[in-house]
């Protein structure tokens, strides 16, 4: 089954905006990831958050994560076109011997309009 | 030079037919991963190798068949084709293999399935 869930499924926006995006998982996890695909292509790990992790930041990126909500939330601020993308967040599903298995949602589909 | 490469790209070809997606990383890692993403973008794990040694092996049909022949690759066969399997089929590779660290994963470029 699904472990992550990300909310909205879409969202357009206008260059220089921030975007927002959320992610919902059902267990409990060792970390949680970001990850954004561009149309066509693989998927590129952009930050990784560990459960005793409340707030990262990368770049313009900033994730936080509320493990009594089971909830994550990434923030691009101040998007450009190029961050027009999937976004998806990726589970490990809390087991310690997880050997990699990452749980992904379907996705939030970020439009950045110039 | 790319770090996880498939070939082919794209492949079209009718039902019943037997193929193969090759993958290949430059990396130097250890584990290596097979995933399926459906029309919807929901992407699947489907198997994964540590070190040539099966370690993941999701409720797949056994028409897919996981080859590592040496560490940096990892193939997929797939037997029988059906309709059902169009889909983009993506390699990954990542250093270890995760444990309560987390590993991140580093994605090929996807082979495209059409079964007609």
């Known amino acids: 089954s699904q472990q992550g869930e990300e909310d909205p499924q879409a969202l357009s926006i206008q260059e220089g905006e921030n975007a927002t995006m959320n992610c919902s998982y059902k267990?409990?996890?060792?970390?949680l990831q970001w990850y954004r695909q561009n149309s066509g292509r693989g998927l590129v790990h952009l930050i990784l958050?560990?459960?005793?992790?409340r707030e990262k930041h990368s770049g313009r990126l900033r994730v936080t994560l509320d493990t009594s909500k089971k909830s994550s939330s990434l923030l691009i601020t101040a998007s450009r076109a190029a961050d027009t993308a999937s976004y998806f967040c990726?589970?490990?599903?809390?087991?310690?011997?997880?050997?990699?298995?990452?749980?992904f949602g379907a996705g939030t589909q970020v439009v950045v309009t110039p | 030079d790319t770090a996880v490469s498939q070939t082919p790209k794209y492949l079209v070809t009718q039902m019943g037919n037997d193929k193969s997606i090759k993958c290949e990383q430059n990396l130097g890692h250890d584990t290596m991963y097979w995933y399926k993403q459906d029309s919807k973008k929901f992407l699947k794990i489907m198997f994964s190798y540590n070190n040539k040694e099966l370690i993941i092996n999701e409720t797949v049909p056994n028409r897919f068949s996981p080859k590592s022949p040496d560490k940096a690759h990892l193939n997929l066969h797939i037997n029988s084709l059906e309709l059902g399997d169009s889909a983009v089929y993506f390699c990954?590779?990542?250093?270890?293999?995760?444990?309560?660290?987390?590993?991140?994963?580093?994605f090929g470029p996807g082979t495209r399935l059409t079964v007609l």
């Open positions: 958050i560990r459960s005793n992790e």
């Open positions: 990954a590779s990542s250093q270890g293999s995760g444990g309560t660290a987390g590993d991140t994963q580093y």
């Open positions: 990726a589970t490990d599903g809390g087991r310690t011997d997880s050997w990699g298995k990452l749980q």
């Open positions: 267990t409990s996890i060792n970390n």
